[in-house]
């Protein structure tokens, strides 16, 4: 009998919801938790007691008996559990993010628990895995969010469990489910990938390769990825380096890593494969919500990025199915601004952000062009990411009146040689910080984009160019690196844009 390896001590359970409790065993499992007792029958060696919802509260023990033995869990709380997903800015650490260091000191919280999925890329194989730092593929507990635990995990999701447990005085744990270089398509079940037509490009990618690859050839191929990343990885002392350099060199540091594993069912880009190796691990864990921090993946194929709010749509409405919660809040990051070396992908990567956000239920996004590097696809400025965040949670979960986005395009509307420009979360207002960058730009029928001159009156941008009489597009950060001095006056950045003008 054994438990699945979400249930540690140390836990916290989501309050106010159904609490499943599961694992595998040969016959009957009696399960006792808060004065309650459920005998939880077996089918296919998998077993699972659900217990009624109940207020936070603490410290509990969990008695779990069945073939012949008795695992006791304990220092279990019920509180608030979020799940940090996504690729590597949100798997980027509290180590490697701007002062990391102070912040997991000051910050680290007895009432906040932390739980790594381990980021396996074959099943069965325990080997070193390297993003940031080094680390085991294995099963670890739930810790305690001690100043070094906090170290090695989420920067995002620890910042934001930080605020959410101040502000709700309960114990509140994070999930770190996340993997870097990732697309959506890993992350859903096999199942969607073969029944949604939004997937066709991946179902064509896995029948493309698997029609020629030798699965023998293949995984001795992957064996060898896994021993030279042990060789590469093992000995890094990536701590001492993150200690010693700044935030941002280090970031350029962790550039030396292992090769790229061969393509085939192991690569972690693989459709459906960490949804099997990592998701379904902690499915159906109750939570209050998921932090999502991804596209970067899906920016870069131009397979996927056309798809990207469909796709999307489809993660999302799989995962509440299977956690069996319809409302199952999604707060979004808006990809920041970094010059990739493709031309051209991040403004229509974000314009389906902004679509999603808008479209699907329950799905927030938080603007972030103020945060991108140059030359950093990881930008260090964690903190202001998760403080975000959490104004997206107060907002659309916890029923607070805050503002959490900065100005979102709504309408470009002719008046006259003029553009009149609305946005959605600017009702306090609208305020230039410095000049508008040369990235503000209009045009005629010609496409020939100019800057644009502007003025504002409170919440409606106005721009024109003497030089065209008749404006047809108008246009804010179009780069991948983009620069947007627009903000709302609760003081928060707007998303770049693109868009025809209306009459």
Not at 248 to 259: A, E, H, L, S, T
Not at 434 to 452: K, R, T, V, Y
């Amino acid at each position: 009998m054994k438990l699945a390896s979400i249930f540690t001590d140390h836990m916290v359970l989501q309050r106010n919801k159904p609490i499943r409790i599961w694992g595998e065993a040969e016959g009957d499992v009696s399960v006792q938790f808060n004065g309650a007792k459920i005998v939880a029958s077996v089918k296919d060696q998998r077993w699972m007691a659900v217990f009624p919802e109940m207020e936070a509260g603490g410290p509990y023990e969990i008695s779990v008996s069945g073939d012949g033995e008795t695992i006791v869990i304990s220092d279990v709380f019920v509180g608030e559990v979020w799940i940090a997903a996504g690729q590597s800015n949100m798997e980027h650490p509290v180590m490697a993010a701007e002062n990391g260091f102070d912040w997991a000191e000051k910050l680290q919280n007895a009432n906040v628990r932390i739980f790594n999925v381990p980021r396996f890329c074959n099943p069965g194989v325990e080997t070193m895995k390297w993003q940031f730092e080094s680390l085991l593929i294995q099963d670890t507990p739930w810790q305690i969010a001690t100043a070094e635990n906090a170290l090695h995990t989420s920067a995002v999701g620890f910042f934001f469990a930080a605020q959410l447990q101040e502000m709700l005085d309960i114990p509140v744990g994070i999930i770190n489910c996340n993997y870097g270089a990732t697309p959506v398509e890993s992350w859903v079940p096999q199942e969607s990938i073969e029944k949604e037509e939004c997937f066709a490009f991946a179902r064509k990618l896995q029948e493309d390769i698997l029609s020629t690859l030798d699965l023998q050839i293949y995984d001795e191929k992957f064996r060898e990825y896994l021993r030279r990343c042990d060789l590469q990885c093992r000995y890094l002392d990536c701590i001492s380096a993150a200690r010693n350099i700044s935030a941002r060199d280090y970031n350029r540091f962790i550039g030396v890593k292992p090769m790229e594993p061969p393509m085939g069912p192991y690569h972690h880009k693989w459709p459906g494969h960490l949804y099997a190796t990592m998701l379904e691990r902690i499915i159906p864990y109750a939570a209050k919500g998921v932090l999502w921090y991804q596209g970067e993946s899906n920016a870069a194929d131009n397979g996927a990025m056309g798809h990207y709010k469909d796709i999307f749509e489809a993660m999302v409405r799989v995962w509440r199915e299977k956690w069996q919660d319809d409302t199952l809040p999604f707060l979004t990051v808006q990809l920041a601004p970094f010059a990739i070396g493709i031309p051209d992908i991040w403004m229509p990567l974000i314009e389906k952000q902004i679509s999603a956000s808008r479209e699907i239920p329950g799905v927030a996004m938080i603007t972030s062009s103020d945060l991108g590097e140059t030359d950093n696809i990881h930008p260090v400025r964690k903190k202001e990411f998760a403080d975000r965040l959490f104004l997206a949670a107060k907002n659309t979960v916890y029923g607070m009146d805050v503002e959490y986005s900065g100005p979102i395009f709504k309408e470009a509307l002719r008046k006259g040689g003029r553009v009149e420009i609305r946005f959605d979360h600017a009702e306090s207002g609208l305020e230039i910080r410095e000049e508008m960058p040369s990235q503000f730009e209009i045009c005629g029928a010609d496409e020939n984009f100019l800057p644009a001159q502007y003025e504002i009156h409170e919440n409606v941008l106005y721009a024109w160019n003497e030089a065209i009489e008749i404006p047809v597009q108008v246009r804010m950060g179009n780069q991948n690196f983009f620069q947007v001095n627009l903000y709302n006056k609760d003081g928060l950045i707007a998303a770049p844009f693109q868009a025809q003008v209306e009459e």
